[in-house]
């Protein structure tokens, strides 16, 4: 699939400045400890489907797991790189779709975290990718991902709120946020604004939108089952707290 016409570039102004992502979410290490224990279990070579920055390629690899990075952002994967080479880490980098990726073998552990799934906002895309990653797996190989739970307060609409700070470089910042709902294709629209006032008094205006489709518990059950898993395990967290009616994520361990 070539990388102009792939549908997944409409939807990549989240992470047009790598180095701000990184700022925002590189500190975020939860799902961390259950991906060492999964690729010490399973062994490599482990891929890291919409790898991004690296934030948990890295890790992984500096724990001594032989690691493949996959993403179709060519500014986040160069990121990765930077990163990982400055830090004199080996790991094979790829710019590749993760619905239609090839690397050439098999790999016994697979997994796609961020809420990456839900970048795949139709029927066909997320069977794709199930698909493509059920092809790469060895036999027994693990697929270990998560999504956002979808409860009342994600699903809810909303109207646009300001949130006014001050960045590093001490200027104010105001920002808008608004999140539409739509139940028809359970995708959720968010939009955000950030108007930054500089010293000079002269105001410049960012605007950043993402489409992210949520998936309900046994709707997510037959879709894995479907495209050939067997769910080992469902979690409400990274910390393997059993999925509740109140969790904020679904975490789901299959196997092929």
């Known amino acids: 699939m070539s990388m102009a016409n792939n549908i997944f570039m409409d939807n990549m102004e989240k992470y047009k400045d790598p180095v701000q992502y990184d700022k925002e979410y590189e500190q975020y290490q939860a799902e961390i400890p259950l991906l060492i224990e999964w690729a010490k279990k399973q062994g490599g070579p482990v891929i890291d489907l919409a ?35 400055e830090q004199h880490i080996s790991i094979l980098w790829s710019l590749q779709d993760c619905s239609a990726f090839s690397i050439g073998c098999k790999s016994p552990f697979i997994y796609m975290i961020g809420n990456s799934f839900q970048h795949f906002l139709t029927n066909e ?20 991902f998560g999504v956002r739970f979808p409860n009342i307060n994600e699903l809810q609409s909303e109207t646009i709120h300001k949130k006014v700070c001050h960045d590093a470089e001490g200027r104010k910042v105001t ?30 205006v960012e605007k950043e939108s993402i489409s992210l489709r949520y998936v309900f518990p046994l709707e997510l059950d037959r879709i894995v089952k479907e495209s050939g898993f067997s769910v080992l395990a469902k979690y409400g967290c990274w910390n393997k707290s059993p999925l509740a009616t109140n969790s904020k994520e679904m975490i789901y361990l299959c196997q092929k």
């Open 51 to 85: 790898c991004g920055t690296g934030r948990a390629t890295i890790p992984l690899a500096r724990s001594g797991i032989s690691m493949i990075g996959i993403d179709l952002n060519e500014g986040m994967l160069e990121r990765a790189k930077q990163k990982a080479n």
């Open 125 to 144: 895309s997320q069977s794709t990718l199930l698909r493509s990653v059920y092809q790469h797996l060895s036999d027994q190989g693990i697929f270990l």
């Open 175 to 204: 920002e808008y946020n608004q999140k539409e709902y739509d139940a028809l294709t359970q995708v959720v629209l968010s939009t955000t604004i950030k108007v930054t006032k500089e010293h000079t008094g002269v105001e410049s």
